[in-house]
């Protein structure tokens, strides 16, 4: 088994073109042009002091990662939470969390807010089943919510 390197870099690393392919492809299969917008704001709202764009590789891969930026003086935002396609169902989503939340603690957040579309039921599985607070009625279809908001506090 190999072991996992958390780097950090700039969303415009060549080493995180596997992760903006990636997740430009799922958001405009899954929301049509619309989603692929999400992939053009702009980046550097994820570079330090407010934000931190992290790669987990592997043998000098990256095989996910994720980012987070300032929310308000408190509260981080996670963003951009990915798996590589050929490297899911290990876990790897779950370690990402671990690893943006210790960050975002060391740029004195204490507490995490994120959205997810209503069409990645996997991600909403994920944040529920990793501490995080929905901020909707988990029993109405998510088609009809829009965005599906958690938080959670890290101090």
Known sequence: MTTL????VRQSDPDAAPLVTELTYEY??????????????????FEPPNG?????MEAGVAVAGGAFKRFDAETAELKR??????????????????????EARTFGYTRIYLTTGPRQPEAKGLYLATGYTP??????????IGPLAFSKVIH
Do not use: C, K
């Not at 390197?5 to 950090?8: I, L």
């Open 135 to 144: 901020l909707f009625d988990v029993d109405t279809d998510p088609l009809t």
């Open 52 to 56: 931190q764009f992290l790669l987990l």
């Open 5 to 8: 390197e958390v780097r950090r």
């Open 28 to 45: 405009t299969s899954r929301y049509g042009p619309m989603g692929a917008e999400e992939m053009q704001r702009p980046a550097d709202v």
């Open 81 to 102: 939470i990915w798996t590589h396609s050929q490297h899911r169902r290990r876990g790897l989503a779950r370690r990402v969390l671990v690893e943006l939340e210790n």
